[in-house]
């Protein structure tokens, strides 16, 4: 991957090969991973671009959501 002027750094370092993992993955979702080239990215239109980077937002929220709704809820007492 072109290094260049990337200036998004990640909170989490050690996260950065599973968020690597993950952008191909929505790629492959949205279908568009047959187009990329190893790790060029340079040819893909920003549309395409952008469509890849809202799944990966969908999928972090929705993730987020059914943590949420896993939880125990807590008890409320009434007095």
Known sequence: ??????????????????????KYEMANEVGI??????????????RDCGAVGGAMVRRMIQQYQQGLANQQQPQTTIQ
């Open 1 to 22: 991957m072109g290094q260049g002027q990337k200036r998004n750094t990640l909170l989490v370092p050690e996260a950065n090969k599973a968020m690597y993992q993950f």
């Open 33 to 46: 991973a047959n187009q990329i080239q190893g790790d060029y990215w340079g040819h893909i239109s920003s």
